[in-house]
């Protein structure tokens, strides 16, 4: 099989240390006669000098596939990027907090977006091949690698910190790929801050069970992945198989994967995202912690992640209205303990955890594209529907209320609203409450 390659930066190159990969140019601008050299051999050193000598001379600078895992390490290695004379200007990093400036930096962004773009490529490939025992093995190697680097980037983030690093990535066009990738990043999160003393090997299944997830989908056809509408009953069914397939995937008898690896675990968790703390998920409908951890775990990060990540058709959750809403869920879909560990992990708790925000959808699949989230605002005798794109677009669904539906205003009284974060009991009768998202929506409808 002939060698591929993949294109890196000039400044993402380790200066002065031996090499543990070969960079090659690209000879031919065509791309049908691509025609790779190599113009540094692993064990070499390069210096800055070199760096912009190269940056001077060639369009781009590349490393064979087979090197891809190397290539992270050393990179993981940049403590800040080569600064290259005449590159283009650094990108202006997004803050989601606009009361202070942003707290990623561009080296972790950099980084990350690299880690990504691997974990997307193995993803692809196995999506977009036949997904062979060669494959696979590829596959799963190539995205233990990605996670175990990405344990590095995430070791002091909470989820705040983490939101705003994904806010800062840019997006793939296949929503299962992105949303892998988000999900792994927050399994890794949840689980070192649950368990501080948790060997690197238990954080590394935890976030690739995260980032292979959805892997059964690879047996489901494109366009029920694809459909960001209202699935039919038996489209429905047939994405109800995908934790069973994953599993099975991941328990091939043939598969020759890196020791450090648990095949039955990662199959366990692929196969229990989708169950439900209540025992009303799929596909075993087993209940509270009969579910393994992990997938509880990736539960709530997947949940998390599907309300709160900016998509092209639709604009996200705030955190707080991301942790109130999935606040429902609590003892229904999600494990009440973990929730409140999770909840406690975000920096802004304490300004807000309750919201008259709800779900429409009961079957809401945080795995699936939505055109727009299936949001409704709830007061005590009046529930308006609104889309997660433009929210102030609304319908009234019980019409004996006060609601003013030109700018979406809703004044009812709220009367107290009781829920539960696992052992916190959180009481609120302040109408305020209300009020902010009412704000919220007249903010989005002006
Ligand atoms: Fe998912
Ligand atoms: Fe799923």
């Not at 509880?296 to 990540?309: E, L, P």
């Not at 030109?406 to 009367?415: A, L, Q």
Request: hydrophobic share 35%; aromatic share 8%; glycine share 4%.
């Amino acid at each position: 099989m002939p060698d591929s390659f993949f294109s890196i930066s000039f400044d993402l190159i380790l200066l002065n240390r031996p090499l543990t990969y070969d960079l090659y140019i690209n000879s031919s601008s065509l791309q049908a006669r691509e025609k790779f050299v190599k113009i540094v051999h692993s064990g070499d050193s390069v210096s800055k000098t070199d760096v912009m000598v190269f940056h001077g001379k060639y369009h781009q600078l590349y490393v064979r596939e087979a090197q891809r895992s190397t290539f992270l390490k050393s990179m993981m290695q940049l403590s800040e990027p080569v600064e290259l004379p005449g590159a283009s200007p650094e990108e202006t990093l997004i803050s989601v907090d606009e009361s202070r400036p942003p707290r990623v930096t561009t080296i972790e962004v950099r980084k990350t977006t690299i880690l990504k773009n691997s974990a997307i490529h193995h993803l692809e490939n196995l999506f977009e091949k036949e997904p062979s025992t060669e494959v696979l093995n590829e596959t799963i190697t190539g995205c233990r690698d990605v996670v175990e680097n990405m344990i590095d980037v995430l070791h002091t983030y909470d989820v705040d910190k983490l939101r705003e690093l994904i806010a800062n990535l840019s997006f793939h066009d296949f929503y299962t790929f992105d949303h892998s990738v988000n999900v792994s990043m927050y399994c890794i999160l949840i689980y070192q801050t649950l368990h501080p003393l948790a060997s690197r090997t238990e954080i590394m299944q935890a976030g690739l069970a995260g980032l292979l997830h959805d892997l059964g989908k690879i047996k489901i056809p494109t366009e029920i992945i694809n459909n960001s509408g209202k699935l039919s009953d038996l489209e429905f069914k047939e994405i109800q198989k995908h934790p069973d397939f994953g599993q099975e995937l991941l328990l091939q008898s043939d598969l020759s994967l890196p020791e450090d690896l648990n095949p039955p675990l990662l199959g366990k968790v692929v196969c229990q995202h989708h169950e439900n703390w209540d025992g009303t998920g799929y596909p075993r409908k087993i209940a509270g912690e009969q579910i393994h951890e992990m997938a509880r775990i990736t539960a709530i990060a997947d949940f998390f992640d599907a309300i709160t990540t900016k998509r092209s058709y639709s604009e996200p959750l705030s955190i707080e209205d991301a942790v109130a809403l999935m606040g429902k869920f609590v003892g229904k879909k999600l494990d009440p303990k973990l929730f409140q560990f999770f909840v406690q992990n975000t920096e802004k708790i304490a300004k807000k955890h309750h919201s008259n925000l709800t779900l429409t959808d009961d079957d809401f699949d945080p795995c699936q594209p939505h055109q727009s989230l299936p949001l409704a605002v709830a007061s005590q005798s009046a529930t308006v529907t609104a889309n997660a794109k433009d929210i102030g677009q609304v319908k009234v669904l019980k019409t004996d209320s006060k609601v003013d539906i030109g700018k979406v205003k809703v004044i009812e009284e709220p009367k107290p609203l009781q829920f539960s974060f696992g052992k916190v009991k959180v009481l609120n009768n302040d109408a305020p409450n209300q009020q902010t998202n009412a704000g919220l929506l007249k903010k989005k409808s002006d």
